[in-house]
């Protein structure tokens, strides 16, 4: 017997409101729990980042009622390429691991599928932009390759390819399986420290939005090098409340956890970490930029991995950021993340995806060719 799937949009804040309890519950029955995709995290996004934006959040429910599915998206109007357009799309805050539709365990394929056709059917979009899911997953599996979108031109792009960290075993095991050069640039860093002294780390549960430690954490993130960049903490009053919302929701069930390193009382560098389900996310890191020398991001990085793998309290340490080196450093174990772009049957999305996906492709594979042909002269004319 088929079951019967009902479909539910919602566009209003005071009924989105009211959802916590149903939302919350359907990720807990899902294989990817994570407090990133909680009801309190997306209303914390929206509010502090998307506050110009339309809901178009899509539950799915079953013949009783309950909840089975979840997508938390929204309309936003932005510019492609220069072209004004309606994005169907997640909440955009610059601090989530990674995006998602919840799918409760037991109807993942009908709900998806439901969630799917309402998105072929819901003609106010330009382009389905969903930023920053995992490469593979079912989601993104469905939205590229499936059946229900096949009707649209649809294409993707890379996003954060990221190192995470197994915590299993030995510190000093794992340790020692580092290169040999990395160990030594450790090395030389710590005696550097020595030298400096009065140093020292620690880590402090942040219990409330409130807390004292967050307005040092704002005040070394001004000092950071993100200031010139203009993505400092300190002069975002966006980041800084969407900070204190997560503190507030999270803080009470002991899921957020700073680390600091000081400098005599002096606060120098800090990691934003959360815990849900025995992974650690550090989800914001800075240090202040005139004490460089002391590289306190890797001494702080050091004294965190250690104590984890020492505690033994979690599974994995996922970094939450792009396969730079020195995060490849700890792990060269990655997961790949990508956007996947749906353009509507619209003229000017049309023209914007052979642009996208075909011309500019093309360009660039042509100025590379040409790249190569000059070298391939230059080595010829060298050595002749």
Known sequence: MTKTLDLQIVSDREELDSLGREWNACLAASV???????????????????ADSELHVMLVRDGEGGVTAVAPLLIARRRYRWVPVRVLGFA???????????????????????????????????????????????????????DILSGFRRGSKENIDSPYVTIDGDWERFLANRSTRFRKNLRNKFN???????????????DSGDHDLLDEMFRVSGRSWKREAGTDLLSNPA????????????????????????????????EFHLQDNGVCYPIRADYDASFGDLSPGSVLEYHILKSLFEEGEVREYNSCGHHYSYLLNWSRSTR???????????????????????????????????????VKRWISYAGA
């Open 336 to 374: 790949e993340h990508e956007n996947a772009e749906v353009f509507s049957r619209a003229l000017k999305m049309q023209f914007l995806y052979i642009l996208e996906y075909r011309i500019l492709p093309f360009l660039r594979k042509l100025r590379v060719n040409r790249a190569v042909r000059s």
């Open 192 to 206: 550097r420290v020595r030298q400096v002294g009065d140093v020292c780390v620690r880590h402090c549960p942040i």
């Open 92 to 146: 955009d805050n610059g601090q989530t691991p990674f995006n998602d539709f919840i799918l409760r365990k037991g109807a993942e394929r009908e709900s998806l599928a439901v969630l799917l056709a309402a998105i072929a059917a819901f003609s106010h979009w330009d382009l389905v932009d969903l930023r920053k899911i995992r490469k593979g997953g079912p989601l993104d599996n469905a939205v590229t390759a499936g």
């Open 32 to 50: 990817g729990e994570v407090l990133h995709l909680r009801h309190e995290w997306f209303l914390a996004g929206v509010d502090c980042f998307n």
């Open 239 to 270: 980041s800084q409340q969407f900070y204190r919302r997560i503190c507030h929701s999270f803080g009470p069930e002991d899921r957020v956890m700073l680390w600091v390193l000081f400098k005599g009382v002096q606060v120098v560098a800090f």
